[in-house]
């Protein structure tokens, strides 16, 4: 049976005297803390399953560092969501939140501006589009309170985000361990295996001890030059965007070491001493290490070189590194405030808290990076946290899927050094059949879509009759996407029954 549930748009922000005792007696009760990419797609998630959700936002009580507004969802950086096309690692993303039916992607295209093949969008009407859309449900209150601590009852969807405030923070680094939650990101490049050129690698670990671990990529005196000289005059991105902290000495972005004089790269992480390459028995003058970054040894980053050179600028100086010429970058470096916890040790691929399946973490905090990455594990933590409401397991998408691998690698306990990461095909496994370039990205992600929309159909049983084309709620979300004031939201119920995608 479907219900439809007709109501007025109305600003819902309220003031209380116990913040986390008003639904305290419902069952179907989900508390967000942070209406931002994740928190909102999860409001909308649960929404649309029929659970009640008390969304916290702290803004504009408490600002944070980026944010312009008090409108929820707001991109605090660029305006772009990233590519849309399926050869790229973030438009199958997009292609299956589409499937999932995601409020942020519904918007996004309906505040999209020209930017070729990327999503962009108008920043201030989408964020206003975001928040009159969670504002519209019914069952969706905002209330604009900072949380200070972690509730211990109920279901909690933790998502606040790479600015939480320092008080959750703190309560969060006591119930996590205080090297269990990271402050910053000091992201180094990573490659695609297939793209480096073996012919010029070796693999050696300093003095022999860890075996063939690393790759490496010798220099001679004149190439290392050649490479300080580029990186010296790299352009580096500008300090109101990403940079928004001082580094401490390990984490100083390789260009400002460079900076200090020629030779400290070589006495720094580009070292040789230990690393004797084996077709000419000596010491290269400088080494590029690579480290391998997953089980599937399908992705290796360039060890130390997180960097603040612009995009663009990484592309080219890189380049100039023997062996990466034809290099694929799946990840470029950068350094920027984030708040994220070691995830491989504390959450499941479900999102929930390994310690508490009440608790889950969604959105940067989780440690992925990127609008749409953060914006599709809300998407997920807003499934499982109706799932647990109506007693049906947690649920992960296929491997294959670009989400699936996603919550796969973040949640991987045998990870070390966790840093955040990017959607990239990388984390995906390979096909059976060997091809290369677009046409194997192409592959990959029509194997994805066909993997979500077969895991879809199989979730339900067909019963609500969702697959990976529903569009259901297009036509009724449309109306509110183009600034009407009426909503109608078909809670994903079967006669009692829930019913998931
Ligand atoms: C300055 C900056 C620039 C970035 N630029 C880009 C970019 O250009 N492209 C890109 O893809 N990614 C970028 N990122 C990374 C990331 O994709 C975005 O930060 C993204 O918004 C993360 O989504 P989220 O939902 O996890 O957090 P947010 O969108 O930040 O949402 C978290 C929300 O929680 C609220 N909050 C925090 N603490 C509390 C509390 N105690 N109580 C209640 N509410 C709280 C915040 O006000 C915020 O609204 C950037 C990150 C930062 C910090």
Known sequence: MIVLVLVRTEHRIRRHSNFFSTHEFMENFVRIIGGGLA????AWQLARRG???ELFEM???????AHATDQLAEVVCSNSLRSDSLSA?????KAEMRQLDSLIIRIAEAHRVPAGSALAVDRDSFARGVTEAIQALPNVEVIRHEVESIPDDGIVILASGPLTSPALSDALTAKLGEEHLYFYDAISPIVSAESIDMSVAYRAARYGKGGDDYINLPLTREQYYRFID???AAERVATHCFERFVPFEGCMPIEELADRGKETLAFGPMRAVGLIDPRTDR?????VQLRQENRQQTLYNLVGFQTKMTYGEQRKVFALIPGLANAEFVRLGSLHRNTFINAPQHLLPTLQWRQRETLFFAGQMTGVEGYIESAATGLLAGINAANLIFDIAPVVP??????????????????KRFQPMNVNFGLIPPLSVRLRGKAKKEMLSRRALADMA???GELDGGASGVDGSDLANAEKLDCLIHGETVIEVQPFRNEGKAVVP
Do not use: H, Q
Not at 59 to 65: D, H, K, N, Q, S
């Open 454 to 456: 077969a895991w879809l």
């Open 51 to 53: 659970v009640a959700v």
């Open 283 to 287: 010491r290269p003058y400088a080494v």
């Open 398 to 415: 296929p491997p294959t899927t670009a989400l699936g691998a996603l919550l796969r690698y973040i949640s991987d306990p045998e990870r």
């Open 59 to 65: 803004r504009p009580v408490r600002r944070t560092e």
């Open 230 to 232: 580029a990186l010296v």
């Open 39 to 42: 928190g909102t797609e999860a």
């Open 89 to 93: 690692p973030a438009g199958l993303l």
